[in-house]
């Protein structure tokens, strides 16, 4: 798991960890994960008062945007993935 | 001050270094409808003071500096003032946009331009303090640089809080890319501002402050102000915005592969990862720093403590900075990039340009394209070489000094032609356009040549969370992968195009006033009105924007600029991006073609040539005089060298 601007503040400053999962994990696993170790910081971030995904919450799986429209229980996770949370932060200059 | 100016002081100094001579005329109003303020009024200025004959580096160019009604104000980020005049390093429009708190200074002193002309005999400064103007001897402070003539000015004129606009050996020396510094970070960089400067003995301008600004309708404009800073700190990307600042950019630029690496040859970078703003933010920089008038406090003040460049510290450090000193030179060393943009801003030079050049110089060392200077080319990588070189090129010393006059004219001197990365003469930003294609298209158009600010679709890239303003603003359905898309494109960057010439008119940083968000035109137009008095819709400050920037496309125009220069450059043109995420993206040129073909088309301009109609001319309140003199022109079109008369 590695963590971009906004999230990388959420998690303590923190570029990267590791993250073990039970085998046929989804990514709405991985998020449940995330919040517990992580709390409120994370959570306040990543979802909106309606409990729905930020738009500006950026979920990439090995380089793959997913989308935040999607169910978070489609997609299984398979060992050796890397996922990166980031935000679209692209300001010019 | 006159009485009747609101937001505007009202008032224009011209400065003739050759004849001393100083006087105040006071602004037009049919100039300040018309073209706003800042940058409008400068390039209208530029526009008529100049002509094909002018030589940028003579004492003709006129240097113009301006602030814009909303600068100084409490309008949110309102720092900002402009710089114009003919380019040293294009030969056409030369434009740069600085912040900090120089611009707001000039402002309370009471004045929205300075124009000045001329040459001194020997270096000078200007002491501006109120209705006291000053034309000061500098002979023992040329050859210092920015940061030690900021603190020697202030002495000598006995005010600490002045604010300081200088230059450093670059602009001393006619570097062609030299900046002009204030707050001794902030640069009016791009486009060789600082070297017209030098070229007029003119080491610095100090300015001090205290008329204040009238506002119209004070209780309007401070609810106006409230509702903006609401909409500021409410947008989603703030909290990135203010923690960052642009450096955020690097790790996504890496991620979705558009970061320039080793001259535009590649657009991912192996050690991209120490050039990411979460390292600069967590191991460099302990404390932020902001603009005049800003919440969102963007920049960063950096300090290097330990290793080869302990004691270095600075301010900043911009994404575009981190990418030109950075991957385009193949620079994975973090320390000694903020060591590289810190000399830049002491020295006055533009980092971009600066990167470019010395990237374009690594490739062309590591192709054996020249023998005598191969001991002074830095290989990739190579982060000392780079800062060696960077000295050379500010002093003119050795391969330094054929590199100081630009990428474009070092490879007509040294070959190596075809891997300059320009359009116009301008050294292209850190983006890799391939991959971003209305981008691709606004660098291309730009009347500055290869820029990235004058027209920047800024979610291009990443439109999701901005889908409804998009729709609702441009009219623009955003597809998946927009990015990739040519097609609606054109209206993207025309729409953009007219918005930043607004707010670089009217005082505003772009980080807040890119239009869509977190400020949108209706705030802009709001301030206008509370701050001056003037109510407009913003269809009409939108046709100000437009007439704005065509007044700038004419300058070009004029210059011989056609349609032909309205490309990309050859290397993002012919190859296609080789590895990363973005891999297999290119150029189509026939879509292109057609994308530009379009753009012409909703802008009014010409087909074959580029050139403005007269009928769009007529439209914008552009005067026929203009006109008749732009289309006679179709006969006898320049022919344009880059900066031929250097």
Known sequence: MRYYLIFFLAVGSRLEEIIDLEEGSTIGDLLNDLLERHGKELARRLWDDDGKLRPTAWILVNGVCWSAEGDPSDLELKDGDTLVLTTPMLVGG | ?646
């Open chain 2, 1 to 646: 001050m006159s009485k009747n100016w609101t937001g505007w002081a009202g008032r224009i100094l011209y400065i003739d270094l050759s004849t001393q001579e100083v006087r105040v005329e006071p602004l037009s109003e049919e100039l300040a409808f018309k073209f706003l303020g800042q940058a409008g009024i400068n390039a209208k200025l530029l526009y008529d003071l100049t002509g094909p004959e002018t030589d940028p580096l003579g004492p003709d160019n006129p240097l113009i500096i301006g602030v814009g009604p909303l600068t100084g104000t409490m309008a949110p980020c309102s720092g900002r003032f402009s710089v114009t005049a003919k380019s040293p390093l294009t030969g056409i429009f030369g434009d740069s946009n600085c912040g900090g708190h120089w611009g707001p200074e000039l402002k309370q002193a009471g004045y929205d331009h300075i124009v000045i002309t001329g040459q001194a005999a020997s270096p000078v400064y200007l002491w501006i303090n109120d209705g006291l103007v000053q034309i000061r001897p500098a002979e023992h402070i040329w050859g210092k640089d920015t940061w030690e003539t900021d603190a020697l000015v202030k002495r000598e004129v006995g005010q600490e809080n002045a604010q300081v606009l200088s230059i450093g050996p670059a602009g001393e020396n006619l570097v062609r890319f030299a900046a002009m510094i204030c707050n001794l970070s902030r640069a009016a960089a791009r486009t060789g501002m600082g070297a017209v400067m030098g070229s007029k003995k003119l080491k610095a301008i100090v300015v001090k402050g205290n008329r204040g600004t009238t506002i119209a309708r004070p209780t309007e404009f401070w609810q106006t102000v409230g509702e903006c800073e609401k909409a500021i700190q409410a947008d989603p990307l703030y909290e990135g915005a203010s923690t960052f600042g642009t450096s955020a950019i690097t790790g996504l630029a890496q991620m979705l592969g558009f970061l320039p690496t080793e001259n535009f040859r590649k657009s991912t970078f192996e050690s991209a990862e120490n050039l990411r703003g979460e390292i600069l933010l967590s191991e460099y920089a302990p404390k932020h720093k902001g603009c005049f008038n800003c919440s969102v406090g963007c920049s960063h003040f950096y300090s290097v403590k330990d290793g080869e460049y302990a004691g270095t510290v600075g301010e900043g450090v911009e994404y575009e900075s981190l990418c030109a000193l950075g991957s385009k030179c193949g620079n994975g060393n973090l320390p000694s990039v903020l060591k590289a943009n810190t000399l830049c801003n002491k020295l006055g030079l533009d980092t971009i340009s600066t990167g470019n050049v010395i990237a374009w110089a690594m490739e062309c060392g590591e192709k054996g394209l020249w023998s005598e200077f191969a001991s002074e080319t830095p290989s990739w990588g190579d982060h000392r070489g780079l800062n060696a070189l960077l000295m050379k090129i500010a002093y003119r010393d050795g391969l330094g000094d054929i590199l100081a006059d630009g990428s474009c004219l070092a490879a007509q001197r040294l070959g190596g032609e075809e891997m300059v990365v320009h359009s116009k003469g301008m050294d292209y930003p850190a983006v890799d356009v391939r991959g971003t294609k209305g981008m691709a298209l606004a660098f291309a158009v730009s009347p500055r040549g290869g820029d990235h600010l004058k027209g920047l679709p800024l979610y291009e890239v990443a439109p999701d969370p901005y889908k409804d303003d998009i729709l609702e603003q441009v009219g623009i359905t955003i597809t998946p992968n927009y990015w990739l898309d040519y097609e609606t494109k054109p209206k993207l960057i025309s729409w953009h195009e007219d918005w930043h010439c607004v707010v670089d008119s009217l005082g505003l940083c772009k980080l807040e006033g890119i239009a869509i968000k977190p400020l949108k035109p209706k705030h802009f137009r709001d301030l206008l009105a509370s701050a001056t008095g003037w109510d407009l819709t913003e269809v009409e400050l939108q046709q100000i924007g437009e007439r704005i920037w065509n007044i700038e496309r004419l300058y070009g125009i004029r210059e011989g600029i056609r349609k032909e220069e309205d490309l990309p450059p050859r290397r993002l043109q012919e190859e296609v991006i080789s590895s990363g995420p973005s891999i297999g993206e290119g150029l189509d040129p026939v879509k292109f073609s057609t994308m530009l073909e379009e753009y012409y088309q909703l802008r009014g301009w010409d087909q074959d040539t580029g050139i403005p109609k007269p009928e769009t001319l007529i439209e914008l309140s552009l005067p026929e005089a203009e006109t008749d003199r732009v289309v006679s022109g179709l006969a006898a079109r320049l022919e344009r060298v880059v900066h031929a008369k250097g």
